[in-house]
């Protein structure tokens, strides 16, 4: 626990008041907190990356929403960027506790520490695992950074918390193979459900959406030719 941290202080870039989508079989409102640290090939939000950026959302307001629907709502996701990166998550999550919601996390696990900090508070995690560890660096551009996601999953396991590991396939970076060799090695450290999903080129920053068209081409165009030959 951080001394002196408060909910108040969260940087919130956006609120979502009903999600069906964010924590599967749930109705939840979704809190999007602003900061990074990694910076992914892929990244869907990245003006969500910078940690200065203020936020345009108080947590006064999310509060107000959670006494408006109580009763309608299942509970509250902390998303991202990145919401271990805030001292504030903590003291956030209690008050969802205390209003009588629950309480789901998106991360990444670029923060060990805080992450077992907030996991006692957590009905349910959803942990990106995004590449093999030997690969993170080339996803995340972040050297270390499978390193400490690794730790996340050891701790979330070892927690017994509600888990879904999730891993968004960049065909840019990763051969099939090395999907693969991730898939195995997951279900061998005791991840029970893994969902593995494509890439989207919709909201990434222009060159990566470059690379992944040529990318995708190239596959396609060896595919075909395999096929022909057979
Ligand atoms: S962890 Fe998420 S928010 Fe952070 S850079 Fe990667 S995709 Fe973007």
Redesign the pocket.
């Known amino acids: 626990m951080t001394p002196g941290a408060r909910a108040d202080d969260l940087r919130i870039a956006g609120l979502v008041r009903l999600s069906t989508c964010d924590w599967p079989g749930r109705l939840v409102a979704t809190v999007f907190l602003q900061g ?1 640290p ?3 090939t ?5 003006s ?2 910078d940690p200065r950026a203020p936020g345009t959302v108080s947590w006064q307001s999310v509060r107000e929403l959670l006494d408006r629907r109580r009763g309608m709502l299942d509970g509250v996701v902390f998303s ?3 919401p271990t990166r805030q001292a504030g998550l903590a003291p956030a999550m209690r008050e969802v506790r205390e209003r009588g919601f629950a309480v789901g996390l998106h991360t ?1 696990g670029p923060y060990p520490r805080r992450f077992a900090e907030v996991l006692p508070l957590c009905d349910w995690v959803g942990l ?1 695992i995004k590449a093999p560890a030997s690969r993170y660096e080339a996803v ?1 551009g972040v050297p270390s950074s499978g390193a400490r996601a690794f730790e996340s999953l050891r701790l979330a396991l070892e927690a017994e918390v509600d888990l879904q590991v999730r891993t968004t396939v960049d065909p840019t970076v990763l051969s099939p193979g090395e999907v693969d060799d991730l898939v195995v090695a997951l279900r061998e450290l005791g991840v029970r459900e893994h969902v593995r999903q494509e890439v989207r080129a919709e909201g990434t920053r222009p060159e990566f959406a470059a690379r992944l068209e040529r990318v995708r081409r190239e596959l396609s165009r060896t595919a075909n030719r395999s096929a022909g030959a057979a």
């Open positions: 990074c990694l910076s992914c892929y990244c869907h939000n990245p969500l990356i991202g960027g990145e990444a990106d995340t």
